[in-house]
């Protein structure tokens, strides 16, 4: 859910606490090697989280895992810049989180299409509301998925994607997907932060 302060505690969720020790574990020595298949899901994480996936392995890793359990350091990632407003669908399930960040994102100035609850009352709104990015939750009620309408979304109108989830496995597995991820809980300052990086594309990752 949303959450109004700073961070989370490390291994709030039981996916990143597997990460951390499947890769803490493989790349705790300098000459250690990891599978292509768990190659290729820290990379997807470094991409969405707005990091240089071509590092090598035991160098990206310590980046992902700072992002993971919301320690990163100060040079992980570069300041937001500023943006005019965005017209931003929100699609959120839980309604408390909902309500939090229609707040944060109309205080901040942007144009809030939703919240929703659901994929398919989110994507008979985008008929009738063009949007500039989304800000999807991963599981939703009914039948369809965030990633079912980040997949129609993309194939549709080409609309960035804001993962808005704790199942960091899914988001991975489906990077290609998104443009940036924030992980449950997240703050009202991450999520306007997520939405200027990718309304900026060209803003650089230390």
Request: charged fraction near 20%; charge should be negative.
């Amino acid at each position: 859910m949303f959450d109004g302060n700073a961070g989370s505690p490390p291994g709030a969720d039981a996916n990143v606490a597997r990460l951390c020790a499947l890769y803490d574990g493989l790349l705790a020595r300098a000459d250690a090697t990891i599978s292509a298949e768990a190659e290729s899901e820290l990379k997807a994480l470094a991409k969405i989280f707005d990091l240089d996936a071509e590092r090598p392995a035991a160098e990206l890793w310590p980046y992902v895992r700072a992002v993971l359990v919301r320690q990163a350091p100060a040079a992980t990632v570069a300041p937001a810049p500023e943006v005019g407003p965005l017209t931003v669908l929100l699609v959120e399930d839980d309604a408390e989180a909902a309500a939090a960040l229609t707040e944060a994102l109309d205080a901040a100035g942007h144009r809030i299409v939703g919240p929703f609850h659901s994929a398919e009352a989110a994507e008979a709104a985008t008929a009738l509301h063009p949007i500039d990015a989304a800000l999807l939750d991963i599981n939703l009620s009914g039948e369809a998925t965030g990633l079912d309408l980040a997949r129609s979304l993309k194939a549709r109108w080409g609309v960035p994607i804001i993962f808005l989830s704790g199942d960091v496995s899914a988001a991975a597995a489906n990077a290609e997907l998104a443009a940036a991820m924030l992980i449950k809980p997240y703050t009202g300052r991450d999520v306007l932060d997520a939405l200027a990086r990718i309304a900026t594309p060209d803003a650089a990752v230390a």
